[in-house]
């Protein structure tokens, strides 16, 4: 695992326009994963350890749009040996590089192929991505392609709900800074997306900060301070910052996709 300081010499890729963080925002001045990160991170974490329990530390990982690679780092440090990257951006790329050793490749997610091996991943992650793009069906569209069977596909994306909405309250609303951020929807819709593509749902939630309006963050410290979840408390967590879920390519949808190239392969053979 790599232990470099932070580089700086570059605050942050300036030719990333759908991730304003800077670098300090990710990492400390030793290179670790600051605490706000690991919030983020840790609970999807955890949930792939306990998926896939003694099996974890075999898995093959690959993450979509790495930012600077903090998630990555974090399942180098529970022992995630087989791990990936894919993003867009050059720059954030070689970033990351100083912070993971997970192998990391250039590439779309609007890309017909992307540059890794078909149905090779047991988990395949996509956090603070899907909200960026137009059409962010294509994602679950093609990522059925990379999936092994009975693997895991985890998205995280910001929580469209109504709080959401209050963000535009001035004096109380805590506006969202990124104009990239182009389909913040609510949980409703990403689950209608998934189900459509062919997908079942393994496990969904809100977290992992409370956020939207500005006395938000001090309730959650006074609920941290009473070791109380927010995240499991009714419309409390509607003004959760992400929501989460957790899905899995349905057994009827993997048959019909079998049966369909069995019949075309039976149709190619009896055309020669």
Request: aromatic share 12%; net charge positive; proline share 5%.
């Amino acid at each position: 695992m790599k232990k470099n300081k932070i580089d700086t010499s570059i605050e942050r890729d300036p030719f990333n326009p759908t991730y304003s963080l800077k670098i300090s925002d990710i990492y400390n001045t030793l290179g670790q994963v600051n605490t706000f990160q690991r919030k983020k991170y840790e609970p999807i974490i955890d949930y792939i350890v306990e998926y896939f329990q003694s099996n974890v530390k075999d898995i093959k990982l690959l993450d979509i749009g790495i930012g600077y690679g903090a998630f990555l780092k974090l399942c180098e440090e529970r022992g995630l040996k087989n791990l990936y990257g894919m993003d867009p951006f050059p720059v954030s790329v070689n970033i990351a590089k100083k912070y993971t050793s997970a192998e990391l490749r250039l590439g779309r997610i609007e890309d017909s192929s992307w540059p890794f091996e078909e149905r090779c991943f047991d988990v395949i992650t996509c956090l603070d991505v899907v909200e960026h793009l137009k059409n962010p069906e294509i994602f679950f569209i093609n990522v059925k392609k990379y999936i092994a069977e009975n693997g895991i596909v985890v998205i995280r994306t910001p929580n469209g709900q109504l709080p959401y909405l209050m963000r535009r309250i001035p004096f109380i609303g805590i506006r969202d800074s990124n104009p990239t951020h182009i389909n913040v929807r609510n949980p409703k819709y990403w689950k209608r997306l998934a189900e459509n593509n062919g997908f079942e749902i393994l496990a969904e939630w809100r977290g992992e900060h409370l956020t939207h309006i500005k006395f938000m963050p001090l309730i959650q410290k006074v609920f941290e301070s009473l070791k109380i979840d927010h995240r499991k408390i009714p419309i409390l967590n509607m003004f959760e910052q992400a929501y989460i879920v957790i899905l899995k390519i349905r057994a009827r949808c993997k048959e019909k996709s079998e049966l369909m190239l069995a019949s075309l392969q039976r149709f190619s053979d009896d055309g020669r």
